[in-house]
């Protein structure tokens, strides 16, 4: 294993990548269509060029509920762990064996939706019961601007939360904004974690919403990713630049250390 871009002493987590193929079916009117494979593989590769240690693949909403591939790479290395697309009806017995195959939660590809699910739904309560009873966590992909319509029913379910690329904040109003705010209070509460990824995708205003998080919520709930292979962003964005990124924003070498690995190392790995 080489290390060649790992910040001195640090275990990095990459709690936010995705893996695939060409030949997956796509759904209807997909957000993204590459039209290339990264395979398991490949981001063992890429992990293990850039001295990452671990990873958690990301299920990813070009793909909805078609989570073979993910399921098959869990199992090509321990160093993995993965969150699946799911309908609210799946029964606890197939969550416990995809538990046992290495998976820790659902994701909640919400982004982009015309109408949002009814959370307080018979359905959906049922469902996050489950993923809480299980210890699983819902990962929100979200507008930022929308997070205030889904995190009242996600914190009254009990269930752990991980939003996504920084809450994908507003591009104006950014730390002001009642998204923003919102998330900040959920994690406050303590049972929200949010990714410090894909900020080339958000704009001017990322590096100061991770440190606003940082320092007005604390960075114990705050994980590092990558967002590889930055689908979309291919040509522009390299693995070393998302690394770079955090020591960029973050200042202090204890805080980027937790945020970096030890946080997700015992929120997906333990």
């Given at each position: 294993m080489t290390f060649a871009t790992s910040p001195a002493d640090a275990v990095l987590v990459d709690a936010h990548v995705h893996v695939f193929t060409r030949d997956m079916p796509l759904v209807?009117?997909?957000?993204h269509s590459p039209d290339y494979s990264f395979t398991v593989e490949q981001l063992l590769d890429t992990m293990d060029?850039?001295?990452?240690?671990?990873?958690?693949?990301?299920?990813?909403?070009?793909w909805g509920d078609y989570n073979d591939y993910v399921l098959e790479s869990l199992g090509k290395s321990a160093r993995l762990r993965g969150t699946v697309i799911v309908q609210p009806s799946i029964e606890r017995q197939v969550l416990e064996s995809m538990h046992a195959a290495g998976m820790r939660g659902v994701r909640l590809p919400f982004i982009s939706l015309d109408r949002l699910p009814d959370l307080d739904s018979w359905d959906y309560r049922k469902?996050?019961?489950?993923?809480?009873?299980?210890?699983?966590h819902v990962h929100v992909h979200i507008e930022g601007p929308r997070l205030p319509e889904v995190l009242p029913a996600l914190q009254?379910?009990?269930?752990?939360?991980?939003?996504?690329?920084?809450?994908?904040?507003?591009?104006?109003a950014g730390v002001d904004s009642e998204g923003f705010r919102a998330m900040l209070r959920?994690?406050?509460?303590?049972?929200?974690?949010?990714k410090l990824s894909g900020a080339y995708r958000l704009g001017a205003n990322a590096r100061e919403c991770a440190q606003a998080l940082c320092r007005?919520?604390?960075?114990?709930?705050?994980?590092?990713?990558?967002?590889?292979?930055f689908?979309?962003?291919?040509?522009?964005?390299?693995?070393?630049?998302?690394?770079?990124?955090?020591v960029d924003t973050i200042a202090d070498p204890a805080i980027r250390r937790r945020i970096f690995g030890d946080t997700a190392l015992r929120f997906y790995f333990s």
């Open positions: 209807p009117n997909p957000r060029r850039h001295g990452v240690h671990y990873a958690v693949i990301a299920a990813a909403s070009p469902f996050l019961r489950r993923l809480t009873d299980l210890d699983w009254r379910s009990g269930v752990k939360i991980v939003i996504d690329h920084i809450g994908r904040p507003d591009p104006v959920a994690v406050e509460k303590g049972r929200t974690w949010v007005e919520a604390g960075h114990e709930r705050l994980m590092w990713a990558s967002d590889c292979p689908v979309g962003a291919e040509s522009t964005m390299s693995y070393p630049a998302a690394i770079d990124w955090l």
